[in-house]
């Protein structure tokens, strides 16, 4: 996508429908989604939604994958006891979605197990089933994380909160 077009996509999608999209109903759902799935690993997962990007940010050439990087961050996704966090970040605008792992994922999670949980995600999207996709991203980011990074039913403690952000 050419930064124009990025420019008018940032200008003009997804601001309105991020609250019709996302609704609280549905964040509660997400939420409980990614309480319940942590207890089956020893992971952390923080879901983040983004409408839009700024003007300046897309001129100075932030792309969705450096916006997911910066989330991480501003989250503190990376400060967990295992090095097991996970962002699923969503940028409307531009129809992305990005999947950011912390190290001690990363080293085991390869990029394509990541790139088919964005790809399911994208297809529920594309249809209008923004709910249905929200929660198959949860679930099966769940799955990989039990896979690689099992609890062995040990309890863990929450380290991040569970609750969606909308940015």
């Not at 089956?40 to 792309?63: T, W, Y």
């Not at 594309?126 to 099966?140: E, Y």
């Not at 769940?142 to 952000?165: I, M, N, Q, T, Y």
């Amino acid at each position: 996508m050419t930064r124009l077009k990025r420019l008018i996509a940032n200008l003009f999608d997804g601001w309105f429908q991020m609250h019709r999209r996302f609704p609280s109903e549905l964040l509660d759902e997400m939420t409980n989604a990614v309480s319940a799935g942590e207890h089956l690993h020893l992971g952390e997962v923080r879901f983040a939604i983004e409408a839009r990007l700024s003007p300046q940010a897309v001129l100075e050439g932030v792309d969705s994958r450096s916006r997911a990087r910066d989330v991480f961050s501003m989250l503190r996704v990376w400060d967990t006891e295992h090095n097991c966090g996970v962002l699923i970040y969503v940028l409307m605008a531009e129809h992305r979605i990005e999947i950011v792992a912390d190290r001690g994922i990363a080293r085991r999670v390869n990029i394509n197990e990541w790139t088919s949980v964005c790809d399911a995600m994208r297809e529920n999207f594309a249809a209008g089933k923004w709910g249905a996709g929200a929660m198959r991203g949860i679930a099966d980011t769940h799955a990989l994380l039990a896979k690689h990074f099992p609890s062995h039913g040990k309890p863990r403690p929450d380290e991040l909160p569970d609750r969606p952000v909308l940015l």
